[in-house]
C-alpha cells in the first residue's frame, strides 16, 4: 500500500504563529485527507484534497499530486488548535494508509 | 459531509468475553466500511475491510477469528472482538465512504475498550 510520512513529528507553537504540516507520500492517489485527531479520539475531516488547494478559515491545504506532497497551513494558530493531525492517502478504492501524524501544541 | 456513527463509544468487560461494536452509515449507503486499531500516542493501523454481503479482507497479522466482522446491510457494519484479552484493549475506529459522491472517508466516534 501507499507509503505516508509525516513532517515534523512534534511542534509547538506560541499563540498567533503560524505553521507548515508537510505530508509525503509514495504512489499516485485518488484520495488524500487530512484530519485532527481530538482529545476524545474522534478525527475531524480538515480537507479532502487529492490534488489542488483548499482553504478553510485559518486552515489552507495544497496536494501538488505530481511531485506527491501535500501541505497543511496553519495561521494565526490558537490554543484549540492543538492536538495531533493525520495526514491520509488512499488509491483505487482502498482503505486510507495514515502518517504517523504531527502532534501539536499551542501555548497561550 | 456523510456521518457516520459508531457504538458503544466506551466499554469495560473481563477477560474472555465478547464486545461488539457497531458502526453506522446514517445518511449513505456504504458497501465498503473499513475498521482500524489505534494504540496510545500511534497512528491508525487497518484492520480490515468490511464487504456489503461477503466476508470481510484482514490485514495481515489480524486474527480473523478472534476480530469477527459481519456487514450484514448497507449501512451497518459490526466488528465483534471475541474472547477479549487484556492486549485487545485498544482504540478501535471505523469508516465509510458515500462513493455516490466521491471517495472522502469519514470516521465514527471510535470505541475505546478496556479489558479487565
Known amino acids: 500500500g501507499i507509503q505516508v510520512e509525516q513532517s515534523p513529528p512534534d511542534l509547538i507553537l506560541q499563540e498567533g504563529a503560524n505553521s507548515t504540516l508537510r505530508c509525503n507520500f509514495s504512489d499516485s492517489v485518488n484520495n488524500l485527507q487530512w484530519f485532527h485527531q481530538n482529545p476524545w479520539g474522534q478525527l475531524i475531516n480538515l480537507f479532502y484534497?487529492?490534488?489542488g488547494t483548499k482553504q478553510n478559515g485559518r486552515l489552507s491545504a495544497t496536494t501538488v499530486a505530481t511531485e506527491r506532497y501535500s501541505l497543511l497551513y496553519i495561521s494565526s494558530s490558537q490554543t484549540t488548535d492543538s492536538g495531533v493531525y493525520f495526514c491520509a492517502a488512499s488509491n483505487s478504492g482502498y482503505a486510507l494508509n495514515f502518517g504517523k501524524g504531527t502532534s501539536l501544541l499551542v501555548t497561550p | 459531509g456523510a456521518v457516520v456513527s459508531q457504538h458503544p463509544s466506551r466499554v469495560i468487560c473481563k477477560s474472555g468475553t465478547s464486545v461488539k461494536i457497531e458502526c453506522r452509515s446514517l445518511?449513505?449507503?456504504?458497501?465498503?466500511m473499513f475498521w482500524y486499531r489505534q494504540f496510545p500516542k500511534k497512528s491508525l493501523m487497518l484492520m480490515a475491510t468490511?464487504?456489503?454481503?461477503?466476508?470481510?479482507?484482514?490485514e495481515q497479522g489480524v486474527e480473523k477469528d478472534k476480530f469477527l466482522i459481519n456487514h450484514a446491510s448497507l449501512t451497518l457494519s459490526t466488528l465483534t472482538v471475541t474472547s477479549a484479552h487484556p492486549e485487545d484493549s485498544s482504540f478501535y475506529i471505523c469508516?465509510?465512504?458515500?462513493?455516490?459522491?466521491?471517495?472522502?472517508?469519514?470516521f465514527g466516534q471510535g470505541t475505546r475498550l478496556t479489558v479487565v
Open positions: 468490511s464487504n456489503e454481503g461477503s466476508k470481510a479482507t484482514y
Open positions: 445518511d449513505f449507503q456504504a458497501t465498503t
Open positions: 469508516s465509510a465512504e458515500d462513493r455516490v459522491v466521491n471517495t472522502e472517508a469519514f
Open positions: 484534497i487529492p490534488s
